[in-house]
Nanobody, 115 residues
C-alpha cells in the first residue's frame, strides 16, 4: 500500500532554514507528481509546492516563491522541501501528497517558526 513518511520538521527562529523529507513506498514513485501541503491551526490545508514526475517542472504558492525549493530523488523514492528565510506565518503541519484517483497523505511534520 502507498506510504508517505515525512521528517525534518522542528522549531526554528525567523530567518532560519529547514529541509523536509518525504520517503515514499508502495507505488512507482518516478511515475507520479509529488506535492507538499501545509495546514496552520484554524486554517484550511494549502498547496505549497508541486514537482513533476521527472523533476523537470516545479510550481510554488506565491507565499513561498523565492524561499522554498521542492526537489526529488527518484532513486531514493524521496521528495524534499528546502525552506529558507522562514517566517512565523510558515508555522504549520507540512504534509507530503501524491494522487492516483485518490489522494494519499503522510502523517505530517510540524514546523514552528518563532523567536
Amino acid at each position: 500500500q502507498v506510504q508517505l513518511v515525512e521528517s525534518g520538521g522542528g522549531w526554528v527562529q525567523p530567518g532560519g532554514s529547514l529541509r523536509l523529507s518525504c520517503a515514499a513506498s508502495g507505488f512507482t514513485f518516478s511515475n507520479y507528481a509529488m506535492r507538499w501541503y501545509r495546514q496552520a491551526p484554524g486554517k484550511e490545508r494549502e498547496l505549497v509546492a508541486t514537482i513533476t514526475a521527472n523533476g523537470g517542472g516545479t510550481n510554488y504558492a506565491d507565499s513561498v516563491k523565492g524561499r522554498f525549493t521542492i526537489s526529488r530523488d527518484n532513486a531514493k523514492n524521496t521528495v524534499y522541501l528546502q525552506m529558507n528565510g522562514l517566517k512565523p506565518e510558515d508555522t504549520a503541519v507540512y504534509f507530503c501528497n501524491t494522487r492516483n484517483i485518490v489522494n494519499y497523505w503522510g502523517q505530517g511534520t510540524q514546523v514552528t517558526v518563532s523567536s
